[in-house]
């Protein structure tokens, strides 16, 4: 019987926030009028994951545009207790506006904002009281904490993206392949670019070198997935690191005296290693990379390790992309023949200008090629970048956003 009152309970929930975001969706054309016709825009950035905040430099400049007064409102963190606090110290280091929300209040009470940008679009990540549905007196849009490469109904229509007024896009390319399995066909779709390809593209003398390394020897980062073995959903179950991780780190021994390698795993990793090993194990695996004299344990921004690196070897999807925008050899490990199936055309497009890797000898020949400066496919990729990575109209991905926002110059009609 209290399963079923649950059950009964859980499903009259459920129609009531259907009827809560029709109605937001009604209201939305008069929430945007009324917010281009403001003179300064309130805006939200909803941040307590620092390697996730992928829009930091659209942020700063909106903190430099007249027409928007950004904040940066950090939710207490679920999944990764206590990252919230890493967040907070790096504004104010940085001199950012930012507040840590109360988990009892709603989002517009605290911050009073006209529009809000989730980090993610996982509502099981945030309290309650900060999940969309809870914020329906905001404007939502949503920028993808990484590139869009993945055709997957579950994926492409997690129940936030119904009531935004933009979804960012990547490319034409991307979008387009999107319309199919989006539950709008892609209505709220905007092609801007992304903030994140800003800076990605920039020169790297912009960037601060994070390596501890001058030696001379060749930068190689390790960057490993936290989809491993068959925990993670079928479709988005990249890792590799059960196959590949002790054959990297061995391999970085061997090489010591020629490469220096940056060990980035994703945050989530050490959590989802438990699962398979015990944290004995894990904490032992971890420990061999910080102890050896040639490599160096990096969990936090990364945009200096790519930018002052010479290669990369990594399992996880939005690197795909992001890596080949450094335009430097980069390797994928193949879980198997079938996980890029589903992968949009642009993805696969960079897919095919990585070297490929799952086996030992495979990963060696590839260490060796970057010692050696050989890379056959540097015009292919190179071409790449040029094609699907720059943002459109001549404009960053920043300044584009800004006008779609504000519907003006090439965005007017949006």
């Not at 104010?92 to 988990?103: A, E, F, Q, R, V």
Request: hydrophobic share 40%; with cysteine.
């Amino acid at each position: 019987m209290k399963w079923t009152k649950q059950r009964i309970k859980a499903g009259l929930q459920w129609r009531y926030d259907l009827l809560r975001e029709h109605v937001y969706r009604l209201r939305l054309p008069l929430l945007t009028w009324v917010m281009r016709r403001k003179n300064v825009v309130n805006v939200t950035f909803l941040v307590n994951d620092l390697p996730t905040w992928k829009t930091e430099n659209l942020f700063t400049a909106m903190l430099a545009h007249k027409r928007f007064n950004p904040i940066v409102a950090i939710p207490v963190a679920i999944e990764r207790p206590g990252s919230h606090l890493e967040v907070e110290e790096y504004c104010k280091s940085k001199g950012y506006p930012c507040m840590i929300l109360d988990s009892e209040k709603r989002i517009k009470t605290q911050t009073q904002a006209d529009i809000v940008f989730y980090l993610k679009p996982y509502q099981t990540e945030y309290h309650p009281r900060h999940r969309y549905v809870e914020n329906l007196d905001m404007i939502h849009m949503y920028v993808f904490y990484s590139f869009h490469g993945i055709l997957d109904p579950a994926v492409l229509n997690k129940p936030m993206y119904r009531i935004l007024l933009y979804d960012f896009y990547d490319n034409e390319l991307s979008a387009e392949d999107a319309k199919t399995d989006s539950w709008n066909h892609g209505k709220n779709f905007c092609v801007t670019g992304l903030p994140f390809a800003d800076q990605l593209l920039e020169a790297k003398e912009l960037s601060p070198d994070q390596w501890r390394d001058n030696s001379g020897r060749k930068r190689i980062i390790y960057a490993p997935h936290h989809t491993i073995g068959d925990i993670h959903m079928k479709g988005c179950d990249y890792g590799t690191f059960l196959e590949t991780g002790n054959i990297v780190l061995e391999l970085a021994k061997k090489y010591k005296d020629k490469v220096y390698f940056a060990f980035k795993p994703h945050p989530l990793l050490w959590q989802r290693l438990t699962w398979v090993w015990d944290e004995a194990r894990v904490a032992a695996y971890f420990k061999e990379w910080e102890g050896l004299e040639n490599a160096q344990y990096e969990n936090g921004p990364y945009m200096g390790l790519f930018k002052h690196s010479d290669a990369m070897i990594h399992d996880c999807s939005s690197f795909i992309a992001e890596y080949i925008a450094m335009d430097k050899p980069v390797m994928f490990l193949l879980k198997d023949e079938h996980v890029i199936d589903n992968l949009n055309r642009a993805f696969k497009y960079a897919q095919k200008v990585h070297y490929h890797g799952k086996t030992y000898d495979e990963i060696e020949h590839f260490i060796q090629m970057v010692i050696n400066k050989e890379d056959p496919m540097a015009d292919e990729r190179h071409e790449f970048v040029q094609k699907y990575m720059c943002p459109p109209h001549g404009k960053t991905a920043c300044t584009n956003i800004m006008n779609a926002i504000l519907a003006q110059e090439e965005y007017a009609n949006q």
